[in-house]
């Protein structure tokens, strides 16, 4: 276990609905990114905080995307108005500089 | 930002032959490259990495390449066995944030 936790591991939820996952990262590591991977693809960037800034957003993440790190500990990613073209794995990274993954979060919208 | 190019996106090899996976990264501030491997419904597990300045490492069969020059780096794995089989990913990462390739089905055939 790397000590990333992501919660829930499964979620499926209708189209048009709020989701929100959680990431817990070790706890010294002050960087936390989130990604999302599909089936056969490497993980694309979403997010990236820096404790409790978000430093750097991709041109992936719509104003249905935000994410939050309140603490600087756990971060939160909520999806608003679900699309099935959010299914996917959610995953979460925390690090000092070697990137430790939580085991993801998989969402599937019907 | 970032962009990971990853080559070739399937190999297979004979179990005992060796593996060879390349990455190409556009970022000169990139100063940090790590090797990912995920296994399927698995995360992405950190088997290597190495830092800008240093021009290769190796921990028994799997050694890490750089040329920072080029902007290239890959992974050489010697000595294939079944269980090398899964899906690789390359990432670039600078200060503020990390990068993925879109991965490399690996297949090593008994």
């Known amino acids: 276990d790397t000590g990333v936790s992501q919660d829930p591991r499964h979620k499926i939820t209708k189209r048009g609905q709020n989701v929100t996952f959680r990431c817990d990262p070790i706890?010294?590591?002050?960087?936390l990114y989130w990604y999302r991977q599909t089936l056969g693809q490497g993980p694309e960037f979403l997010t990236y905080?820096?404790?409790?800034?978000?430093?750097?957003k991709s041109r992936l993440l719509s104003d249905r995307f935000s994410a939050e790190r309140p603490k600087g500990s756990f971060s939160t990613l909520e999806i608003q108005r679900t699309e099935q073209g959010d299914s996917a794995m959610y995953l979460c990274?925390?690090?000092?500089?070697?990137?430790?993954f939580g085991q993801g979060t998989r969402l599937t919208v019907v | 930002g970032e962009n990971v190019e990853q080559h070739p996106s399937t190999l297979s090899v004979q179990e005992g032959d060796s593996a060879v996976i390349k990455c190409t990264y556009s970022?000169?501030?990139?100063?940090?490259f790590p090797w990912y491997k995920q296994e399927l419904g698995k995360r992405p597990q950190l088997i290597i990495d190495?830092?800008?300045?240093?021009g290769e490492k190796k921990d028994q069969r799997i050694a890490v390449t750089l040329n920072k020059t080029a902007k290239h780096f890959s992974l050489h794995i010697t000595e294939t066995q079944p269980e090398d089989s899964a899906v690789y990913f390359c990432?670039?990462?600078?200060?503020?944030?990390?990068?993925f390739g879109a991965g490399t089905r690996l297949t090593v055939k008994p």
């Open positions: 990274a925390s690090t000092p500089l070697r990137a430790f």
């Open positions: 706890s010294e590591h002050n960087r």
């Open positions: 905080f820096q404790n409790e800034a978000q430093l750097e």
């Open positions: 970022d000169s501030a990139s100063n940090y």
């Open positions: 190495i830092r800008s300045n240093v």
């Open positions: 990432a670039a990462s600078n200060e503020n944030d990390m990068r």
